[in-house]
């Protein structure tokens, strides 16, 4: 079966520092990847999406950028943190046929709750 | 542009009772509609996924329907129970990449 594993579950980062939150995937292959955030009481916001191998596409200008090394691995990584950065981060994956839509839905992992003092 | 929206935001039910939490979207073009639970502090967890040619899907005590022309979709909870207290969410991808969240409902069951 599929898994999605990601962490850290917590991290408190200081302003201006480096960030890599890391996710993988087992059980399947060339899968979807997504990187998503989460605000207190609101949906969840699209960041980056990787449909293989170096492949990334960016939805939010931010201070965030995200990277694809391997099939099943997607790291997101900041060089510097801003405040704003701080909230809820959730790594997916999905298997999507083109022009059939999702198929099996979205897997997330467990979350990383990221503070910015 | 597609935009879900979930009413209500908060819902207090004692135990036992059956539940409706509703999902509405405004763009009915989409290819399938999924149900997740989330707990404090956690990811998302998958509960149903209905694709755009299906009307129901059900597990175990959940039953979630969609109705494109209306642009809902709702999940019904039988018998519920203190353990089914989290954070509902509903989304629904409309093609490609794109999957808009609604921002869900806080359901807390009393024992």
């Known amino acids: 079966s599929q898994t999605i594993h990601q962490w850290p579950a917590t991290l408190v980062q200081p302003v201006g520092s480096p960030l890599s939150l890391e996710c993988t995937v087992e059980?399947?292959?060339?899968?979807?990847l997504y990187w998503y955030r989460q605000a207190a009481g609101r949906g969840l916001q699209l960041l980056f999406y990787?449909?293989?191998?170096?492949?990334i596409s960016s939805e939010v200008p931010q201070n965030l950028s995200a990277s694809r090394p391997q099939d099943r691995q997607f790291i997101l990584s900041s060089k510097k943190l801003l405040l704003s950065d701080s909230g809820f981060y959730l790594c997916?994956?999905?298997?999507?046929?083109?022009?059939?839509?999702?198929?099996?839905?979205?897997?997330f992992g467990s979350g990383t709750r990221l503070t910015v003092v | 542009k597609q935009e879900v929206t979930q009413i209500p935001a908060a819902l207090s039910v004692p135990e036992g009772e059956n539940l409706v939490l509703n999902c509405s979207f405004t763009d009915s073009a989409i290819y399938n509609l999924q149900w997740f639970r989330q707990d404090p502090g956690k990811g998302l967890t998958s509960l149903l996924l209905?694709?755009?040619?299906?009307r129901e899907q059900t597990s175990g005590r959940l039953n979630a329907s969609l109705d494109k022309s209306s642009g809902r979709s709702t999940l019904y909870i039988a018998a519920s129970q203190p353990g089914d207290s989290a954070t509902y969410l509903c989304a629904a991808h409309t093609g490609g990449f794109k999957t808009i969240f609604g921002a869900g409902t806080r359901l807390f069951v009393k024992a």
């Open positions: 990787s449909v293989g191998i170096g492949q």
């Open positions: 059980g399947t292959s060339n899968p979807n």
């Open positions: 209905i694709q755009s040619s299906q």
């Open positions: 997916a994956w999905s298997a999507l046929l083109p022009g059939q839509g999702l198929n099996y839905g979205y897997t």
